[in-house]
């Protein structure tokens, strides 16, 4: 089913009654005086994000524990 922006199918059911489906559009959202989306993302990564290299770090492992990882798969001869 194909819905185009803010139109939705509705069945509702009222006091154990079921209506049949129905098409409804949604109102346009006003657009506002202010914008704080981007104090909104500045906020959000400030508490949630972390910086690439400790990402990375977590991620790939620091290269020490990387480098002996592909040394024991070398002498398992999976890298011969």
Do not use: C
């Amino acid at each position: 089913m194909n819905l185009w922006v803010r139109e939705m199918n509705l069945k509702i059911n009222i006091v154990s009654q079921n209506t049949e489906a129905f098409s409804d559009r949604t109102m346009n959202a006003p657009k506002l005086p202010f914008n704080h989306s981007q104090d909104i993302w500045n906020f959000s990564r400030h508490i949630y994000s972390r910086a690439r290299k400790d990402v990375k770090a977590k991620i790939f492992g620091t290269e020490s524990a990387v480098i002996k990882t592909m040394e024991v798969l070398k002498s398992d001869g999976d890298f011969n």
